[in-house]
Structures are given as C-alpha cells and as structure tokens.
C-alpha cells in the first residue's frame, strides 16, 4: 500500500542553521506529494507542494525536490529561524485513492536563538 | 483564502457521553475529512465524505460516526466516549474528489475523564 516515511524527531537546531527533513514514499502510481507545517496551537497548513518528477516545491524558504529514482522529497532550508519551530508533515496523494492524503508520522522541529 | 471552522478549540467529557464536535467550510468544497492527532502516530484518517449525505470509513472509524447534512458542514460523533478517543481532533476539506491540498481547521483538543 502507499506509505509516507518521514526522519525520526525531535530535531533542535540553532538559528541559521541549515534543515533537512528527510521523507521517502512507497506508492503504486506517481503521487503528488506535499509538505505540511502545524505551528503550536494551530492546525496543518501546506507549505509546499510538487506534482511530477523532478519539481521542486518552494516557500517561505523552504524547499524540495520530488526524486522518483529514490522515491524522496526531503525538505531543506538554509536558515532557519526561531519562528520556523513547528511540526512538519510529509504527505502524499495519488488519484487513485480518491481525495485521500496519506501522512507521515510528523517531525517536531525547535529552533533556538 | 478557504476557511474551515472547528467549532470548540478545547472540550472535556466524561466517558459515556455521545460527544459531537463540528467542522465547517466556507468554500464549496465538496470532500471533507476527520482525523485524530496522536504524539507519535501522525494524523489518522476516521471518516471522510465526497458528498452531502455521503460518507466512507477511513482507517480507524471504530467507536466513531459522522453526518453530513449540509455541504458545508461535516460532524463528528463519539456515540458513547472512552478515554482512548481524548486526542485532537482536524478537520480539512479539499475542493473535489481527485484535487488536494486539503485545507484544515486549527483542531478540537478532546479530553475525555
């Protein structure tokens, strides 16, 4: 069946810091795939998102690129910053499965100053 | 912007109570969703719906039930509550069956004593 597999968390890093979230994909067809971000207290909401091999999906900084060769879409920033801190979740969505997303389990990020 | 709306950010009950926790969208959009949020388990699909009156079993529907009268609204109902089902609860729309991102509301905290 189709599954998301995201890096175990928490990850902690310093401001400015360089991130990567890994994520990996099994699935039938070719997905979309999607990166969520909940900030505390709040619900998801999509942070980027990429359709077809090779696209990269890109936001507020964030970015990734959709790897069919190694079923991959690990999301990489920079520089993070103190107000980046949330969970992030990995996602995919094939038409197969109707309007179904299917998530990752979710990696706490803290950012200190 | 679509705006999904929750219709209480924290609710306790006891158990055995019939619990119903509210989710409108103010987009037309024809699929909403529930799911669960547990540390260490993502999210988890309960129910979803492609239409009015329309409903589909996701990946853990046990104990729980959902109505969709209107387009807009999509409830949630806990028929008798145990303290197992205390999580938070989302609840997300997308505009059509085979068309994501989902959109999701900021989340119900249950607590059930």
């Known amino acids: 069946g189709n599954s998301v597999t995201q890096m175990e968390g928490p990850v902690t890093l310093s401001e400015e810091a360089f991130l990567t979230i890994n994520c990996t994909y099994t699935?039938?067809?070719?997905?979309?795939l999607f990166w969520y971000v909940q900030y505390p207290g709040e619900g998801l909401q999509l942070l980027l998102k990429?359709?077809?091999?090779?696209d990269k999906g890109s936001n507020k900084g964030f970015e990734a690129t959709y790897r069919k060769e190694t079923t991959s879409f690990h999301l990489e920033k920079g520089s993070v910053q103190v107000s980046d801190s949330a969970v992030y979740f990995c996602?995919?969505?094939?038409?197969?499965?109707?309007?179904?997303?299917?998530f990752g389990e979710g990696t706490q990020l803290t950012v200190n100053p | 912007d679509v705006k999904v709306t929750q219709s209480s950010r924290y609710l306790v009950k006891r158990t055995g109570e019939k619990v119903f926790l509210e989710c409108v969208q103010d987009?037309?959009?024809?699929?909403m969703f529930w799911y669960r949020q547990d540390p260490g388990l993502g999210l988890r699909l309960i129910y979803f719906?492609?239409?009015?009156?329309?409903?589909e079993k996701g990946d853990i529907p046990e104990g729980y039930s959902v109505s969709r009268e209107k387009k807009e609204r999509f409830s949630l109902i806990l028929e008798s509550a145990s303290t197992n089902q205390t999580s938070m609860y989302l609840c997300?729309?997308?505009?059509?069956?085979?068309?994501?991102?989902?959109?999701f509301g900021d989340g119900t905290r249950l607590s059930i004593l």
């Open positions: 997300a729309s997308s505009p059509t069956r085979f068309v994501s991102p989902q959109h």
């Open positions: 990429a359709t077809k091999a090779d």
């Open positions: 699935a039938t067809g070719y997905p979309s």
């Open positions: 996602a995919q969505h094939q038409e197969t499965s109707g309007s179904r997303l299917t």
């Open positions: 987009m037309d959009h024809e699929n």
């Open positions: 719906s492609y239409d009015v009156k329309m409903k």
